[in-house]
């Protein structure tokens, strides 16, 4: 079986790119997806540690999973008001670039 | 993966990236069943690799944003932000490879995941992690009650600039 090593270098490879992304971009909306890849980064991090410590029994090495589940959930509704006041800027701004948008009062 | 991740950041075009970013997560799904989680490979398949890219695609669409504007104010920002992201990459892996104690036996991971089946995770989810359970659904209503208000207060806004409009034409 692949060991859990790999599994956490691919994590934080994927972690540093979406991070990376996030510097890098400014569209509004790329930045989104940029902090969508972290969040999968950290995720798979913990699917791999619940592999690691199953021998801890089900209770610790399910907990991981079960986090993930809740990191899904909270995901979902990150990107639905995200996008929600990406929509309510763009109205006003007609440009999605993040580096002139110095006041955001809505 | 790490392809469809470096095109997620790379591409100009926001659709492409995000097609990019389906690509990355169906890979993720499938490390998921390596993993012995088929529950939530299941739900990333559904969730993330469906609905929320779907929303995404929908919001780049419904603007109808082009593609980046490229580096503006800050150019020195980017190369200095690859040179960064480089040695925290490396300084993570190093990290995290260092002293991992060896895999239980196959048989243990069985037993004890049991395939990362719904059975098994929704033990866990409504055991342990009842309060984070029932602090996500606030967070859900939250989220609902923060984009419903969004909306309405842009439909307000549409209003009031309607009906203003007719009045001005008619004072000048």
């Known amino acids: 079986m692949v060991p859990t090593e790999y599994y956490v270098a691919l994590s934080a490879i994927i972690f540093t790119i979406g991070a990376l992304g996030v510097l890098t971009r400014r569209s509004a909306i790329m930045i989104f997806l940029s902090v969508e890849l972290m969040l999968n980064a950290a995720n798979l991090a913990l699917v791999a540690y619940a592999r690691q410590w199953s021998a801890a029994g089900a209770d610790v090495a399910l907990s991981g999973q079960a986090a993930v589940f809740i990191i899904l959930a909270i995901a979902a509704a990150e990107v639905a008001v995200g996008l929600g006041i990406l929509v309510a800027i763009f109205r006003y701004r007609t440009s999605s670039d993040v580096d002139g948008l110095a006041q955001v009062r809505l | ?172």
């Open chain 2, 1 to 172: 993966m790490i392809v469809g991740a470096v095109g997620v950041i790379t591409l100009k075009q926001p659709v492409h990236a995000a097609l990019s970013l389906v690509g990355t997560l169906l890979t993720l799904a499938t490390i998921y069943v390596g993993l012995e989680a088929h529950f939530l490979a299941s739900i990333q398949v559904i969730v993330y690799a469906g609905a929320i890219m779907v929303l995404f695609l929908f919001v780049i669409m419904l603007l109808n944003i082009q593609q980046d504007p490229g580096p503006g104010a800050f150019k020195w920002l980017r190369p200095a932000a690859y040179g960064v992201a480089g040695l925290a990459g490396l300084a993570l892996i190093a990290a995290v490879t260092q002293n991992t104690p060896p895999l239980p036996a196959p048989e243990v991971i069985d037993a004890t995941l049991a395939g990362g089946g719904p059975d098994a995770i929704g033990t866990a989810l409504f055991r342990d992690f009842v309060l984070a359970f029932q602090l996500v659904g606030v967070l859900l209503l939250t989220g609902i009650i923060g984009a419903v208000s969004l909306v309405q207060r842009k439909a307000v806004s549409v209003q009031e600039s309607e009906t203003e409009r007719p009045l001005e034409a008619v004072s000048s």
